[in-house]
């Protein structure tokens, strides 16, 4: 089971912009499609971005098209998501995850992922 932990959420005004960062434990990681999902409150938790295991296939869920980035480092052990152009909608709490059959392609299905990082706030104000 891989561990995740992430890191760089808080508070931003909209038009702002923020990096999070997930560290990952394990030489497995790098067999893994890897994704970011957000989850408000009240709301399900949604795959915002997946990454598959090479960097090579990305997704990006419509509502943040255009405006978030995600990557990975393999030799790191670390994804990024890259947000920009950042709305009041965007307030969630960020999960990254991991879908841990080995060379999967990237998924916006939530039941894909199957280890998780404990979450960071991300609250953008109006």
């Known amino acids: 089971q891989v561990q995740l932990v992430e890191s760089g959420g808080g508070l931003v005004q909209a038009g702002g912009s923020l990096r999070l960062s997930c560290a990952a434990s394990?030489?497995?990681?790098?067999?893994?499609?890897m994704g970011w999902l957000r989850q408000a409150p009240g709301k399900e938790r949604d795959v915002v971005a997946a990454i598959n295991w090479s960097g090579g296939s990305i997704a990006y869920a419509d509502s943040v098209k255009g405006r978030f980035t995600i990557s990975r480092d393999n030799a790191k052990n670390i994804i990024y998501l890259q947000m920009n152009s950042l709305k009041p909608e965007d307030t969630a709490v960020y999960y990254c995850?991991?879908?841990?059959?080995?060379?999967?392609?990237?998924?916006?299905?939530?039941?894909?992922?199957?280890?998780w990082g404990q979450g960071t706030q991300v609250t953008v104000s109006s």
């Open positions: 995850a991991a879908d841990q059959r080995e060379y999967y392609s990237a998924s916006l299905s939530p039941t894909d992922f199957d280890s």
């Open positions: 394990g030489r497995t990681f790098r067999r893994y499609a």
